[in-house]
């Protein structure tokens, strides 16, 4: 919790002035029922309009200034509140971008997305009603009760009896009410990853013909987040009847002796309204201070997952890592390779070994599940291997730092990911864009087939592209990010299924181009074997085993998987052609 402390730096003059115009406050009020008692006892029956009217107009004094000092402290609060959360907020979208991957798949991107918005919005809250909170209740209820003496020391028992018991309401209940916060947050940090699965294979479960199935799934896990907030919101409404219950008792009890004390010429009424008002004002400042002490529960356990993300260890870019020299033809190393997710209960990949020397292509199937996508990401550097050896070489040398790795392997990935922006920021993306001529990018169009429907756009390369290229085809999409790759022009280039949604005329081009154009080593991972016969070798991944490798013929002759595969697609093409 100190880290968050840092934040408050930029804003120490806001955090003390909030709460001193608030204590400044606090003290004018506890004047009114003072003047007031005045006027009960020394204008009123006296008939003095003069000590009236005066009394009347220190009143709206008071009032006027009240207001202008609550104003004021009410902007300092904020301006604290809101600032601290702006830079916290900033700092902690900086660490979830530097998160290692395993990090981020551990935390959930559901749970990072509400601790970054809903949790630090939580913290904001907190902070600003403490700051208000923090000196006016306690100077309001314990200067109540010093001045409710100084008329009663009598009375007064009763008033130190009420804080007590309310004090001690406050505390029970925070105790009870403090886990159930935790469980909402979770609840929400579900209902979050939900939600977003749901809304993205929305046109699948349309497909499938499942959304009762999702809208019962949903259901259920709404009506868990209902239950845990029913329950901690009935709880937490008992404080307010409770509170008024044990005032509203004491009320009773200092009327019935305020009276007595009256009878016996002890007491003045205008003292027993002056008690009667600042008993009220405590039960107002304690529902206050209830209400403050609920939302800084609920803002340090936010402020706990938040701090739980600072905590996480941060991945360095250009930290060195261990050279390796191997042969200058090789770059790509694989031996003995296994290969485990940190929640998962058994590898995803056993016992990879393999090789791949400039200018090769390597093709990688399997069934879904056998380990294609796991494989990519090691090849990227996101994950490293727990046993064996994963190396990527160029002119015989590894990479010096994951930057540079990251570097020399341009990506496609199995969903096209683009961004609003323009075809030219999406295709320059990582790169500076000043630095790449017109030319380049037409050139990286054409070798991925997209430059005739990007010329037909009124803009050309300016053309708008809406978020997640949606403004766009599967096959656009899917063209465009290999665009994107080439341009990189990195010694390794992989192709993670990613070009499923184009046809074999079309993939049959983009291939070759990327074989005569590029001096590139391409990973191409498919489904379909017709685009993988070309590939000088071919990994065959069966549940996370490798159990084939070599060129197409020969995987026929020796491969049951690969075989398996082959003749069932090709008897699909066989009955498509003979159908139409």
Same mark, same amino acid.
């Given at each position: 919790?100190? #880290? ?27 004047? *009114? ?90 913290? @904001? ?17 314990? !200067? ?38 935790? *469980? ?18 929305? @046109? ?26 029913? $329950? ?81 260890? @941060? ?43 400039? +200018? ?5 199937? +399997? ?8 494989? *990519? ?28 790795? $990251? !570097?020399?392997? +341009?990506?496609?990935? @199995? ?36 430059? #005739? ?6 803009? !050309? ?15 656009? $999409? ?49 489904? $379909? ?6 590939? #000088? ?44």
């Amino acid at each position: 919790m100190k #880290d968050l402390l840092k934040y408050f730096r930029g804003y120490i003059k806001e955090t003390f002035l909030g709460p001193l115009f608030k204590l400044l406050e606090a003290s004018l009020e506890l004047l *009114v029922p003072i003047i007031i008692a005045r006027i009960v006892d020394k204008a009123i029956p006296h008939k003095d309009t003069s000590h009236l009217l005066m009394m009347i107009g220190l009143l709206v004094c008071l009032a006027i200034f009240g207001v202008l000092v609550s104003i004021t402290a009410q902007y300092y609060s904020s301006k604290a509140a809101v600032g601290y959360t702006k830079q916290l907020t900033k700092d902690l979208y900086k660490k979830i971008m530097k998160l290692p991957k395993e990090s981020r798949d551990r935390l959930t991107t559901a749970s990072l997305v509400t601790r970054l918005s809903g949790d630090t919005y939580q913290i @904001q809250t907190g902070i600003n009603q403490f700051l208000r909170l923090f000196l006016r209740a306690p100077i309001i209820v314990f !200067g109540s009760v010093i001045m409710a003496y100084l008329l009663s020391p009598k009375i007064t028992i009763w008033f130190a009896i009420m804080v007590v018991l309310l004090f001690l309401l406050i505390y029970i209940m925070s105790r009870l009410v403090n886990p159930l916060y935790l *469980v909402i947050r979770k609840l929400t940090d579900k209902l979050v990853s939900k939600t977003r699965e749901q809304l993205e294979g929305m @046109q699948v479960i349309r497909a499938f013909g499942q959304i009762e199935r999702v809208k019962q799934e949903f259901a259920d896990l709404n009506q868990s987040y209902t239950k845990a907030q029913i $329950r901690t919101g009935f709880l937490s409404s008992l404080v307010s009847p409770l509170t008024f219950l044990i005032v509203n008792g004491t009320l009773v009890v200092v009327i019935w002796q305020g009276n007595l004390a009256i009878g016996d010429n002890l007491l003045t009424q205008g003292s027993l309204i002056a008690l009667v008002n600042y008993l009220l004002n405590i039960l107002a400042e304690l529902l206050k201070l209830a209400m403050m002490v609920t939302n800084l529960n609920q803002s340090f356990i936010s402020a706990r997952r938040v701090q739980e993300v600072f905590e996480q260890e @941060q991945e360095n870019l250009d930290d060195s890592i261990e050279l390796l020299t191997g042969d200058p033809n090789q770059v790509l190393a694989i031996s003995d390779m296994t290969f485990t997710y940190p929640t998962a209960a058994r590898p995803s990949l056993y016992d990879i070994s393999l090789s791949l020397n400039q +200018g090769q292509t390597l093709g990688v199937i +399997g069934g879904t599940g056998s380990g294609k996508s796991t494989l *990519v990401q090691l090849i990227m550097g996101l994950y490293q291997a727990q046993e064996g050896q994963l190396a990527i070489f160029e002119n015989g040398q590894s990479p010096s730092s994951l930057a540079q790795w $990251r !570097g020399w392997v +341009g990506l496609v990935p @199995q969903k096209a990911e683009l961004f609003q922006g323009t075809i030219r920021s999406n295709l320059t993306l990582g790169m500076d864009s000043s630095q790449v001529s017109d030319d380049q990018l037409w050139w990286a169009l054409d070798i991925a087939q997209a430059s #005739d429907f990007v010329r037909e756009k009124e803009q !050309g390369l300016d053309s708008e592209v809406k978020e997640f290229g949606r403004n766009f085809s599967g096959g656009q $999409r899917q063209r465009l990010t290999i665009a994107r790759a080439v341009l990189k022009q990195a010694p390794i280039l992989i192709l993670d299924d990613s070009t499923s949604a184009l046809d074999y005329l079309t993939e049959s081009k983009l291939l070759k181009a990327i074989k005569t154009e590029l001096k590139t080593s391409l990973i191409l991972i498919s489904q $379909r074997t017709n685009s993988l016969k070309s590939a #000088d070798k071919i990994l065959v991944l069966d549940k996370g085993k490798q159990v084939g490798l070599g060129a197409h013929q020969s995987l026929l002759a020796d491969c049951p998987t690969y075989r398996d595969i082959h003749y069932s697609q090709h008897k699909e093409d066989q009955a498509w052609n003979h159908h139409h």
